[in-house]
């Protein structure tokens, strides 16, 4: 098949360096639909979490087996000018993009003992600063056939987050972004929505913390990387041209 025969749409997927996170599944998910895929990853963040070394090397020879074009950068979006990295490199690559989503998060651990201006810093230079002009810059450069979609990636922050109180409020103002983004993106045929997955399986999980989710379940389970994946994979689809500024709360019912 030759790539470039005829339109495709392209998708942006941020952090999507870990082989069994919410990203990579996403971008598999869209890879099978026809997409082509830009993801970014950063190495020195997933080295001090749970990555391991290959993974987005493994995750864009998995992509290209489907049949699609797919590009990666290593970026920080930490950095005020990732944003127009990204785009000038997608563009650059790819061509324009029709879907951005918004997966890249900084996460630590705090608690009112520990919270501290460097804490609050690092939380909000990539889950709000990153995730905001990536954004408004995606949608400044819009300009497609197909309609645009922006997901978003939040967390449990209207429920109790004592031991992550930075984390929990960096995704809460994600929430309120997604909310006014998408009036304002309505009249460019963008829409914007935002998804919180629920516990879902990525490899930060105790094993003592799987069985007490699956414990209390309502399903029995607790959510994996595809569940989330599936509903991003309807929400940048042609059937989700009429849903925006949505919050979804997807998580099995827990």
Known sequence: MDPNSTPR??????????AHGIGAAVCKALAAEGTDIFFTYWTAFDRNTYGTAGEPEALQEAIWKTGVRCVRMEVDQAQP?????????????????????NNAAYSARDGYEELDAAILDAHYAVNIRGTLLLSVEFARRFQSTFNGHIVNLISGQAQPMPDELAYGASKGAIEAF???LAAALAPKSITVNAIDPGPTDTGWMTKELKRHLNQIAPQGRIGQPEDA????????????????GQIIHSRGGM
């Open 229 to 244: 994946a599936r509903l991003i994979t309807f929400l940048t689809s042609e059937n989700s041209n009429w849903i925006t």
């Open 178 to 180: 997604t909310i006014s």
């Open 81 to 101: 000018e990732a944003a127009t990295q990204i785009m000038d490199f997608v563009e650059d690559q790819l061509g324009s993009p029709t879907i951005l989503v």
């Open 9 to 18: 749409r392209i998708a942006i997927v941020t952090g999507a360096s870990r």
